[in-house]
Structures are given as C-alpha cells and as structure tokens.
C-alpha cells in the first residue's frame, strides 16, 4: 500500500522587494473589486512603486511560492504620523483561515518595534467580519471618519 505524501506549502510574510512586483500586481489586480480597501490604486504601476519604497512605512505580503494571499501595511511615518495606520487585504481564499489575524499581529509587532504606542485603521461598519476581528484583537472604535468609517485605535501595553 502506497504511503499519502501530504503537499509541502512554504508560508512566509515578508517585506515587499523590487523583484515582487509583478506578483503584487497581479494580486492587486485580482482584487480590483474590493470595495472595503482603498487607501491607493490596486495597481500594477502602484505596485511597483510600494516594492521599490525605501522609507519608513511597512508595506508586507504573506505568499506562498507562487502566490500572494495577503497584503497588509503600517504607514504615515514618512508624513510625520506618530501613530501608523494599518490596512490589510486578504485575498478571497485565504479569507476566514486566520490569516488576517497573522499579518496583523506582525504588523503590530513591526510597529511595537519602531516604537510606537498606538495603531489606528479605518473600516467600514458594513465590513461586520473585519469589524469583529479587529475587536478581538482589542480595537477600539470611538468616532466615525470620512466616508463613515470607522476609526479603531490599538493602544499597546506599556512593555514590550
């Protein structure tokens, strides 16, 4: 009888680098019609200049060896923001397997490191499932911005 060989997939998050690219490109475009995600262009050309980015923003993937299955970010360094705001997009698979809840916690951990004392996001109150993750993962939500979002702010322990 024949052994079963379970298929070996390489999980990683990473920084995003020049040669990523086309993949990001091809991962913002496979999500074009994201209505809750939009803080710039799902586009190749903005995918090209986020994997060029030199600065102090985090822009970061979670891939496999051939695909990119979420997307998550920690910017406004670079504008002079004390505190960053985090955007993630998980692609349509990888949604509900806990993903979300894994870039996350490495985008909070980067942040903690840069020393920051706080996150904020932005998400619409009709994106109920992110709404409630966020929560777990001990949001706070306080005021309403543009457009009607949501304003979460992550506030982290005083030690690290």
């Not at 994997?51 to 923003?57: E, I, L, S, V």
């Not at 998980?90 to 490495?106: E, F, P, V």
């Amino acid at each position: 009888m024949a052994k079963s060989i379970e298929k070996q997939v390489v999980f990683e998050i990473k920084k995003v680098v020049p040669e990523m690219a086309g993949l990001l490109g091809q991962f913002f475009e496979g999500n074009t019609g994201e209505l809750h995600f939009h803080p710039h262009p799902l586009t190749i050309d903005e995918a090209a200049r986020i994997c060029a980015y030199q600065g102090p923003d985090i822009y970061t993937v979670a891939l496999t060896q051939s695909e990119i299955l979420a997307y998550g970010m920690l910017r406004g360094w670079e504008e002079g923001y004390a505190i960053p705001s985090l955007g993630i997009l998980i692609s349509s698979d990888a949604r509900g397997t806990g993903l979300a809840q894994l870039i996350m916690q490495y985008l909070h951990y980067s942040a903690r490191l840069r020393g920051a004392s706080k996150i904020r996001l932005s998400v619409y109150p009709s994106n109920v499932k992110a709404v409630s993750l966020y929560r777990r993962i001990g949001y706070r939500f306080d005021s309403t911005g543009k457009n009607g979002q949501l304003i979460g702010i992550f506030e982290f322990p005083n030690t690290l």
